[in-house]
Nanobody, 113 residues
Framework: VQLQASGGGLVEAGGSLRLSCVASTSISSIITMGWYRQAPGKQRELVATITSGRSTNYADSVKGRFTISRDNAKSTVYLQMNSLKPEDTGVYYC????????WGKGTQVTVSS
């Protein structure tokens, strides 16, 4: 299974980005999908999750600013990121929770101050 994340880029603080992650297999039967990020010099952390029932959960650091969603028909998970901060900088990945698949390449998000 391949997980292809896209939509990253360079944005000023306060800006927005929308990330997409397309899976090479159907995600309809996957209970929980998540977005993870890895900041420079830090461990990868879980940012947001969404269940098959559309229940969502967020890390405290992004709560109120990020919104996760999924489209099972397109095997795609999205992450809408608003009010971006420099500390949101990192490589963003999607995967299941708990982890099932090999990590994809991720998409780089850089927020300038």
């Amino acid at each position: 299974v391949q997980l292809q994340a896209s939509g990253g880029g360079l944005v000023e603080a306060g800006g927005s980005l929308r990330l997409s992650c397309v899976a090479s297999t159907s995600i309809s039967s996957i209970i929980t999908m998540g977005w993870y990020r890895q900041a420079p010099g830090k461990q990868r952390e879980l940012v947001a999750t969404i269940t098959s029932g559309r229940s969502t959960n967020y890390a405290d650091s992004v709560k109120g600013r990020f919104t996760i969603s999924r489209d099972n028909a397109k095997s795609t998970v999205y992450l809408q990121m608003n009010s971006l901060k420099p500390e949101d900088t990192g490589v963003y990945y999607c995967n299941t929770k708990p982890l099932t698949y090999v990590w994809g390449k991720g998409t780089q998000v850089t927020v300038s101050s």
